[in-house]
Structure formats: C-alpha cells, structure tokens
Nanobody
C-alpha cells in the first residue's frame, strides 16, 4: 500500500481544512488509519487515529473536539477534517497505516505505523 496526503494549505485562524489520504493497493481497509504532524523544529507528534477492528477514535488533547478522523474503505481514502484551526496547528501533516494488531498503548506513538504518506503542509495565520 502507498499513501498520498493532500488538502493542506494556508488559512486564517478559525478556518477549516479537510486533509485526504489516498491509498493505492487493495489492503487499505485492513489497517488502522492515523494522522501525525510535525512542526518546524519539533518532533513528529500523534494527532488522530481510527482503529480498524472496532472503529475506536483517538485524538491528541489539543485537537479533540476540533478535528475528526474518518475513512472510506470503498474508496481507499482516509480523511482528517480540521475545524477551528489555530496557529499552533501549523505543521506538515502525515497520514499513516498500522497493523490491526497494534496494541492500544502504542497507537499514539509513531512506532507501529509502518506505512507513511508524504506530508502536506498546513499553515494557519492569526
């Protein structure tokens, strides 16, 4: 499976963006879907995940209530709807896939996410 993220851009604080993660290959639906981001000078951080086996959603505290992760397995596509964007959301955003066997305690770390797309830049100005 290969991933390609898109949908980033430059917006004002309070605006919305929807990121898309398009997968090639037929096994997209078998994986957990995740989104990470990396701001300049900072480490890559977990943003959101959707667990394949039961649909459980995970969010980092700073985006909970503003961001929504979802997927359309028929289209082989994942999404990250980002509302009420803030300047601190500025980063390169990456989508990723991890095996269904990923344990809960690791789902917010980068380690189990084996398949990564290229990033898409999101810039939020005040």
């Amino acid at each position: 499976v290969q991933l390609q993220a898109s949908g980033g851009g430059s917006v004002q604080a309070g605006d919305s963006l929807r990121l898309t993660c398009a997968a090639s290959g037929r096994s997209f639906s078998a994986y957990n879907l995740g989104w990470f981001r990396q701001a300049p000078g900072k480490e890559r951080e977990f943003v959101a995940a959707l667990r394949r086996r039961d649909g459980t959603l995970y969010y980092t505290d700073s985006v909970r209530g503003r961001f929504t992760i979802s997927r359309d397995n028929a289209k082989g596509t994942g999404y990250l709807q980002m509302n009420s964007l803030k300047p601190e959301d500025t980063a390169v955003y990456y989508c990723a896939l991890s095996p269904q066997s990923t344990i809960t305690s690791e789902i917010t770390s980068a380690r189990p996410w084996h398949i990564w797309g290229q990033g898409t830049q999101v810039t939020v100005s005040s």
